[in-house]
């Protein structure tokens, strides 16, 4: 069965510091897919990143970057230079190859991130 | 932005009685979801489409039940409310289903008295 964990519930931190959340995976599968979503204060989800499990090389994209590994089965997400913007429940999700057809989009808990001005 | 819409945005009714809730796209996706999203549970799918009057069941089904008769609309109902289907609701959409990227609703945050 599949599981995402994201055992940060909150974090705060000050303007302009960098900062990670974890995620952490469990699957069976050796094909599957990474998400990460944003969640601001608005309410909407928002679409950050999809990654492959046969795709282990890091992605930077601004001050975003992802940390994928397998050996520890962990998606990381860090914010450089965090901006009150950033404010927001950060979700995790996973969907395996097995239940490609069934639709099957597990999600994290999720962090919800507070950057101080 | 995906153009996806939820209505109604806001919600309050009593137990026992009927909700149907709406998520309209003009994205022309063929997938269409319903999550809801509760406190300590993340986001979890209810059901979902992947054509009109094509639909299955999700983790979260009991208690709902939905309809798609067009492309662009996606309907819930709840045929008789409980309090623990208080949540937030999320419609989502996707051009080919999972493990494509999902785009999100606004959400309809709905409340059983």
């Known amino acids: 069965a599949q599981k995402v964990t994201q055992a940060q519930t909150e974090i705060s931190v000050v303007e302009k510091e960098d900062v990670t959340l974890d995620c952490v995976y469990e699957t069976r599968d050796t094909t599957y897919y990474l998400f990460w979503y944003k969640q601001p204060p608005s309410g909407e989800l928002v679409f950050l990143i999809r990654r492959n499990s046969f795709d282990e090389q890091n992605e930077i994209s601004g001050r975003y970057s992802w940390n994928f590994q397998k050996s520890t089965s962990s998606f990381n997400f860090t914010i450089t230079a965090s901006q009150v913007v950033d404010s927001a429940v950060y979700f995790c999700?996973?969907?395996?190859?097995?239940?490609?057809?069934?639709?099957?989009?597990?999600f994290g808990t999720g962090t919800r991130l507070t950057i101080i001005p | 932005d995906a153009g996806i819409t939820q209505s109604p945005r806001h919600k309050v009714t009593e137990t026992g009685t009927p909700v149907t809730l709406r998520c309209h796209q003009t994205?022309?996706?063929?997938?269409m979801y319903w999550y809801r999203q509760d406190p300590g549970h993340g986001l979890r799918l209810i059901h979902y489409?992947?054509?009109?009057?094509?639909?299955d069941k999700g983790e979260v089904s009991d208690g709902y039940s939905v309809s798609r008769s067009k492309t662009e609309d996606f309907l819930l109902t709840l045929e008789s409310a409980t309090s623990s289907q208080t949540s937030v609701y999320f419609c989502a959409i996707s051009e080919a289903g999972v493990p494509n990227e999902q785009f999100f609703g606004p959400g309809t945050r709905l409340t059983v008295l």
């Open positions: 489409s992947y054509g009109v009057k094509d639909t």
């Open positions: 999700a996973l969907s395996e190859a097995s239940n490609f057809g069934n639709e099957k989009l597990t």
């Open positions: 994205e022309n996706h063929r997938y």
